[in-house]
Nanobody, 125 residues
């Protein structure tokens, strides 16, 4: 089992920045791929960003150039640096872990085995 706990959410004005953290515990591995997803009210959960064990990153087009995903394996923590935030970034953000070491298909929710409880991000315009 892997436990994931997100933190760092909050309220910010448009154009501002936030840094989300996801702390992993339990049967963690530096070879797990990690992802961030988000779900806005009334919408389906969607892919935001992912990072493989070798630090290959991928992003949704809507956040490319504004968000940066990174990981600190020594701390078992994954980060999502969010800059130039927009009102449409408002959502609950979830961290997820993929225990398959392939690093493939990370844009798919079904690929992930463990999820955090989410952290709210609210961007006011």
């Amino acid at each position: 089992q892997v436990q994931l706990v997100e933190s760092g959410g909050g309220s910010v004005q448009a154009g501002g920045s936030l840094r989300l953290s996801c702390a992993a515990s339990g049967r963690t591995s530096s070879r797990h791929s990690m992802g961030w997803f988000r779900q806005a009210p009334g919408k389906e959960r969607e892919f935001v960003a992912a990072i493989t064990w070798s630090r290959v990153t991928s992003y949704a087009d809507s956040v490319k150039g504004r968000f940066t995903i990174s990981r600190d394996n020594a701390k078992n923590t994954v980060y999502l640096e969010m800059n130039s935030l927009k009102a449409e970034d408002t959502a609950v953000y979830y961290c997820a872990a993929d225990t398959d070491y392939s690093g493939l298909y990370l844009r798919l929710m079904e690929k992930y085995d463990y999820w955090g409880q989410g952290t709210q991000v609210t961007v006011s315009s």
